[in-house]
Structures are given as C-alpha cells and as structure tokens.
C-alpha cells in the first residue's frame, strides 16, 4: 500500500516541479494581468498567458505528440491555418477608402519596412559575433519581420523558417503592437519639428464603391504575381475586403469579422502560448528576439516618418510626417498615435483618416517583405 | 554566415518592397481615372 502511494506520488506534478516552470507561470501571469489590468492586446495575451501557464505544468504532456495544445499547434500554426484566416477577418474589418485616396501612402508603409531590415542584418551580426546562439539567415528573417509589428505575418513567416522561434517571436510582436503608443512618440518627436507636425492636410477626396470593389482585386493580382509566396495570406485579406465592399454577401462579412475572427483568436492564443516551455522559451535567443524586435520597431517607425519628409521636398500639398511612423501596422493604433501627436502640436488638426491609409499600407508591405523572405531565404 | 545570400535578400527584399507598393500605386491611379470615366 505504501508502495502504491508512493508511486502515485511521484506520477504527480509536484515532483517534477523545476525552477523554470515557475519562472514560465510568473510570465503567464504577467501576461494575464496586463491583459485585464492593463488592456493590453487582451485578446491575444489572454489566452497566450494561459496557455503558458498550462504548457508548464509537469507531465500534462499537453504539447507532446497527440497532445491537445500540439494538436492545436500542428493543424492551427504548422498547417498555417489560423494566419491566413486572422487575414480574411481583417480584410472584412478594413476600409481601403483613406489608401486608394491617396495612393502614395503606400510609400510610407513601403518605408516602415526598413526596421525589418536592419533588424535582419541585426541578427546576422549576432550570429556571426555568437555562432553558439544559432542564428543564421531564416532566423534573421524571422526576428525581422518583427519590424513590421503584424502578429499574423509574424507568425506565419516564423513557422515556414524558423518554427523553434516561433513563441519569443511572436510574443515580442503582440507585445510592441501594445506598446506602440509609448515607444513611437519619442521617436516621433525626435524626428520631427513643431512646424511640421502642425501640417494640415487637404480633406481625402471621397471613393466610389466601383474603387473598392475593384481594388482588391487588382492587389491580389499585383502582389501575388510579384511575390507568389505572399498570396495565402494577401489573398485572403483582399477576399474578405471583397466581401465587406461588395455589399452582397453581408453575412459572410459579419461572420469573417465576429464569429470566425473571434474563433481563430482563441486558437491563435492558445496556440503560441503553447510553444512557450520552459525549454525551449528561458534561453539567451528569447532576450535577443525582444532587444532586436524593438530595434526593428524602432527603424520601422523612423523610416515611415522619414521618407514622409523626403518626399515633402517634391510635393506641392505637403504630407504631415507624423502619418509616416503609421506604416508599422499595428492598425489602428498607430494611426491613433499620428492623430494624437498631431492634435497636440495644433487641436484643430485631424490625422486620423490620413494616417488609416500608410497604417494599411503597412499591413500589405509586412505581407510582402514577408514573402521576399520566404522565397528568398528558402521557405516556399 | 553567408553574406552574399544577405545582403542579396536585403537589396532585393527591400527594393521589392518599393517597386511591389509603387507598382500598387500606379494601379490605384489608373484605377481611378477608370472609374472616374464610368462615373
């Protein structure tokens, strides 16, 4: 009897408990609460905390080969599911109005890509100094892509090249997503002076739904020609804005929006937070992920707001700068960010809709630096 | 570490980047114009 308690015993949790596990549950926790105290990205942080807390429990075995977390993980992350369906969803959720009024937005988002870049060449230059740490090119890729601060993106570029990074980067993703309205300021004002960010732009001329309609059409076609390996997810995005501006099909587009969309985040959740054991998240490489990703978003928001001041010296209606640190992504805070360090400088002036428009550019530029990657660096 | 491949990727991914949303613009322009003609 003694024998079969003390078997018993040892088959429980307690006894496997390590150091490391703990650690793991402080950080679920510190998720969980900034996602109820705080409001940070709850949506995803939410589940992500919870799902590190329950990966973390000894001998659940729950992202062990038929595991229900790897189950998950398996058809959710590594069949790239749930990255393309987070697209059709915000697809359905996007007004394209503010990009197609003034196309050269795009530019903007184009710009905000370069902290991607310099995040890249970042990372070669760790691994080359720190070959022990094991980052080469596909890692590069991945902790760059970071830059472009879109979750989804960020995900599905991590699982084509570099699986094993996937929690650390896409944690650092939602995380500077949440903390764009305290790390662009700085930056924005930094770059700017007081004259510029009291520019006023002229009011966005008004888009026939012919535009919209017709719009996603021609992206897809343009994008996924140039960069085939961006098409599950840009086709994706432009299908449910397809759905949105067609007027025809409004309960495809409700449900992409709501009842899809809300599901898919459950799952995303849960599935990230799953790949964050103790072994494979306390290490060196986890640190670097964030100390690299903020670079990224840093040279991303610098780059949108410096090209939105190269191209003031040509134009004849002048773009406020600010709108430039929107390409990052991060819709639509970002853009809220623009808006409210514009009303600072003069209350009477309203950036928002100019700001909607390099903010979306910058969602279709992570897609394709994203798809650069993949082919170029052997993923697709 | 091969550098070559990098520096390959970052030339071209970052001007691919430029001329994928430039030629995006230009599409939007002409977009335009069309459905100003329908209009």
Redesign the interface.
């Known amino acids: 009897m003694a024998e079969f308690i003390g078997t018993m015993i040892w088959k429980t949790g307690f006894m496997s408990l390590e150091v490391k596990h703990l650690i793991m549950w402080l950080i679920g926790f510190l998720f969980i609460f900034l996602a109820i105290k705080k409001n940070y990205e709850p949506l995803l942080l939410l589940p992500i905390g919870f799902a590190v807390f329950i990966v973390n429990l000894p001998l659940t075995a729950l992202m062990e080969e038929g595991g229900l977390l790897q189950i998950f993980y398996h058809y959710g992350l590594e069949w790239e599911i749930i990255p393309p369906l987070i697209f059709l969803g915000l697809g359905a959720m996007t007004d394209f109005g503010p ?2 009024a003034n ?2 937005t ?2 903007l ?3 905000a ?2 902290g991607v ?1 310099v995040a ?2 970042g990372t ?1 230059v760790i ?2 100094l720190f070959p022990t740490i094991g980052f ?2 596909p890692e ?2 991945s902790i760059g892509i970071i830059g472009g601060a879109d979750g989804p993106t960020t995900i599905y570029t991590t699982v084509k090249l570099a699986p094993q990074l996937l929690g650390a980067t896409a944690v650092a993703a939602y995380s500077y997503m949440s903390l764009v309205p305290i790390i662009q300021p700085p930056i924005m004002k930094l770059l700017t002076t007081e004259h510029e960010r009291k520019i006023h732009m002229r009011q966005l001329r008004p888009v ?1 739904q ?2 919209k309609i ?2 996603p059409v ?2 897809t076609l ?2 996924c020609l ?2 085939p390996p961006a098409a599950p997810l840009m086709a994706m995005f432009m299908i449910g804005n397809l759905f949105r501006e067609s007027g025809v099909v409004k309960r495809l587009s409700n449900a992409a929006q709501n009842e899809l969309m809300n599901i898919v985040t459950i799952f995303l959740g849960i599935s990230v937070g799953a790949t964050m054991s103790a072994d494979k998240f306390l290490r060196l490489e986890a640190l670097v992920i964030f100390a690299l990703g903020l670079v990224a978003f840093i040279f991303s928001t610098a780059g949108g707001l410096l090209l939105a001041k190269l191209m003031n010296l040509f134009l004849k209606d002048k773009i406020n700068p600010l709108i430039g640190s929107a390409g990052v992504s991060a819709v639509p805070m970002a853009a809220r960010v623009s808006q409210k360090l514009g009303a600072q400088a003069d209350p009477q002036n309203f950036l928002l809709m100019h700001a909607m428009g390099p903010n979306i ?1 910058g969602v ?2 992570t897609v ?2 994203a798809g ?2 993949i082919s ?2 052997g993923g697709g | 570490m091969p550098w070559e491949q990098a520096v390959r990727i970052f030339i071209f991914g970052l001007s691919g980047v430029f001329i994928t949303l430039g030629v995006l613009v230009i599409a939007i322009i002409i977009l335009g114009k069309v459905a100003k003609i329908f209009q």
Do not use: D
Request: proline fraction near 2%; charged fraction near 5%.
């Open positions: 990009l197609i196309p050269k795009l530019l988002g184009a710009a890509q370069f870049y890249f060449f070669l691994g080359f080469g090119i590069a890729c026939s012919i535009e017709i719009f021609t992206a343009i994008i140039i960069v550019a279709i530029g394709v630096a650069f990657f170029m660096a």
